[in-house]
């Protein structure tokens, strides 16, 4: 259960709550609909939380701009890490097929068309999957019951504003003026609470008073359906902001998700805003962005009011490009840093941002900036595990930027690499070898080794090491040639190495990895070090020492799936596989084979396509069956496809079989 932790008290609802539940068990999509602000998120928590009996994922959808990315966030809310070409949603239609779950899709209205067809496809594949959605307008599909969500009844909503108001004032006692000044409100939550944390600056009879006086102007106090309540203390809120806050208010409304301060002050900051970080400190105090953890963010509801008053100040399309510019200079900053001691950092600012990078390129992708952009951030893609998201900027990039240059370049190896991942050879031998003939035509040797490296591997994974070996030694000559140190330097000796046990020069291989866990050492750099333990495994393995084998494979399954290497991932679990048969654990062999084989779908291609890669994984196989016998072996075998990956990895790594590792926990391991 991944449901949001309820941080206040929750007031009222007790016939909403019966309702629901009855709806509920009457049908399979059940849409809480109504105004932004009236308590759809929190009512749809309460009510999926009452049935202990059934496992609750929740998918917060609110910071994704991109319908065509939809299904990967509700992919990430199941933890579900597939890298395949396959298309999202139906990999999140197939994996719930079979299961028995509940699934909030919370906020849906601004990407409806996409919401639809993903729960269309859910519903039909995944009879035992219930769907509760949260929505300013029903889902559309057959058999949806839509439950709108009223304001408070009058006692809840005076007591939830009396809790509130207690909580900012402990001296608050209430006075007949909150009963009006609750009417005038609607019972709305939100308004109720904003106005809530008004009361160091304004009595409860003075906020009535105002209110009544904008329904005076509205047209006497009449009531449009439309919950002029919320657009009053929102507005009312936006009038107790000084000139500089409300700019503020605006200029923030650019920014998907949180945020923290340094990204508030580069983007908004300019000789009319001056002192950022102040003034987001009272924005803070005042409710209108939430503060924690060092990061802020807006509810949708005064997003939405900032993003219009941006509007009509005519700042909507500048703020995009600051907005644009600012997470591109960290992009380039990133790039830069990511072979050295700070890798751990850029992956913990990757996690928090990628609301924000991926609001960047929507707004950039056919631009020139956008293709920078898409290539500066590499590493994510690969390296972090996002390889799908990936490919899908990385193409679109490329589609709409034909123009030869260094960040086409780039993106064409990085495309490949991204392909190559997801097993889609061909792809990766058209853009391996078009970024090869433009890199040499620029004198681009950074891109000449990358896209070199690309080619290399792809002989090797086809069976030919030989001349893989070859490419990936001109590979490294140009990462030499450009001088510097590079990641793809590193990986380059890994790939290398790999080729030279191929073709069984064991000590040659051993003194390049050597050499390349010295130069990580000596700079820091984990990741490539982590994917290079994969060889000195294997080679220690080859010399007979088995426990220095394990060793190595857990150290590197360890860093690489704190990254989010999903990909290094499958080849670790392999080879700790490997060490298993050879130790003599025959049965925990073949668990590991199961599990790392489920990894490996979920790249549509496993172990590369190459027999060659896949020979100790067949080895140990082989040497397991033989030991306990075909019906043992296939029962851990099957035990293994049935753990989840973070579950896998934390079998992997020594635990019980439902030990859970989980990605990105950072800092890095010791």
């Not at 006075?175 to 939100?190: F, K, M």
Request: proline content about 4%; glycine content about 10%; charged content about 25%.
């Amino acid at each position: 259960m991944n449901l949001p932790a309820e941080t206040s008290t929750f007031v009222g609802r007790y016939l909403e709550l019966s309702e629901l539940r009855r709806l509920m068990g009457e049908s399979r999509l059940v849409t809480l609909t109504g105004p932004g602000g009236v308590g759809k998120t929190r009512l749809a928590i309460r009510a999926a939380a009452s049935d202990p009996g059934i496992r609750v994922y929740f998918a917060e959808l609110a910071a994704e701009r991109n319908g065509d990315l939809l299904a990967h966030a509700v992919a990430a809310a199941l933890g579900l890490r597939e890298q395949s070409v396959r298309p999202q949603a139906e990999v999140v239609a197939d994996h719930l097929a079979g299961r028995r779950l509940l699934l909030v899709l919370d906020t849906c209205e601004h990407l409806i068309e996409a919401a639809r067809d993903l729960a269309g496809r859910i519903l039909a594949a995944a009879p035992g999957v219930r769907l509760l959605a949260t929505s300013r307008q029903p889902l559309g599909l057959p058999g949806e019951r839509v439950y709108r969500v009223e304001p408070l009844i009058a006692a809840d909503a005076e007591r939830l504003f009396c809790e509130r108001a207690v909580a900012v004032l402990p001296q608050f006692t209430p006075t007949d003026a909150v009963v009006r000044l609750c009417s005038r409100l609607e019972g709305i939550p939100l308004a109720l609470e904003l106005a809530a944390r008004r009361l160091r600056a304004l009595s409860p009879e003075e906020m009535a008073d105002r209110l009544d006086d904008r329904f005076a102007v509205l047209g006497g106090g009449s009531r449009t359906g439309r919950h002029d309540g919320l657009r009053s203390a929102v507005g009312w809120s936006h009038e107790l902001c000084t000139p500089d806050e409300r700019l503020l208010w605006a200029r923030l409304s650019v920014f998907a998700g949180s945020f923290d301060v340094d990204a508030a002050n580069q983007v908004c900051a300019d000789e009319r805003l001056a002192n950022v970080p102040g003034l987001l400190a009272r924005l803070a105090d005042k409710s209108i962005v939430r503060a924690g953890d060092d990061r802020y963010r807006m509810l949708d509801t005064i997003r939405e009011y900032g993003r219009d008053w941006l509007r009509e100040l005519g700042e909507e399309e500048l703020q995009l490009r600051r907005h644009r510019d600012y997470y591109l200079t960290l992009a380039r900053e990133a790039d830069a840093d990511w072979f050295g001691p700070n890798q751990f950092t850029w992956a913990l600012w990757v996690r928090c941002e990628l609301p924000n990078l991926r609001l960047a390129l929507d707004h950039s992708i056919a631009s020139a900036v956008g293709l920078e952009l898409v290539g500066a951030l590499w590493f994510v893609w690969f390296c972090l595990g996002e390889i799908r998201e990936g490919r899908y900027y990385l193409d679109r990039a490329l589609e709409r930027n034909s123009k030869p240059g260094p960040a086409r370049t780039k993106a064409l190896w990085a495309a490949a690499w991204v392909s190559f991942a997801q097993g889609d050879l061909d792809l990766v031998a058209r853009r391996t070898a078009e970024a090869c003939e433009a890199a040499l035509a620029q004198e681009d040797w950074v891109g000449a080794g990358y896209a070199h490296l690309g080619l290399g591997a792809l002989a090797i994974v086809k069976g030919d090491p030989a001349h893989g070996g070859a490419v990936v030694e001109q590979a490294i000559r140009y990462f030499d040639q450009a001088g510097g140190r590079h990641v793809g330097r590193l990986v380059a000796a890994t790939v290398f190495s790999l080729c030279l046990l191929m073709r069984g020069e064991h000590e040659r291989a051993a003194a390049v990895m050597a050499a390349q866990g010295t130069e990580c050492e000596l700079v820091g750099e984990v990741w490539a070090r982590s994917c290079g333990d994969y060889i000195r495994s294997r080679v220690a393995l080859g010399r007979g020492d088995a426990v220095a084998a394990d060793r190595l494979a857990r150290a590197g399954l360890k860093a690489v799936w704190r990254f989010g290497d999903v990909l290094g991932s499958a080849v670790a679990v392999d080879q700790l596989a490997v060490t298993a048969a050879a130790i003599g654990d025959h049965l925990r062999a073949a668990r590991l084979l199961g599990a790392g084989q489920r990894i490996w779908d979920g790249f549509g291609l496993s172990q590369f396509g190459s027999p060659d890669f896949a020979g100790p994984r067949l080895e140990a196989e082989h040497r397991a069956r033989t030991a306990v016998g075909d019906a043992a072996f296939d029962r851990e075998y099957r035990e293994g496809e049935a753990i989840p990956p973070e579950r896998a990895v934390g079998y992997a790594l020594g635990g019980l079989p439902n030990s859970r590792v989980v990605r990105w926990n950072l800092p890095a391991p010791e």
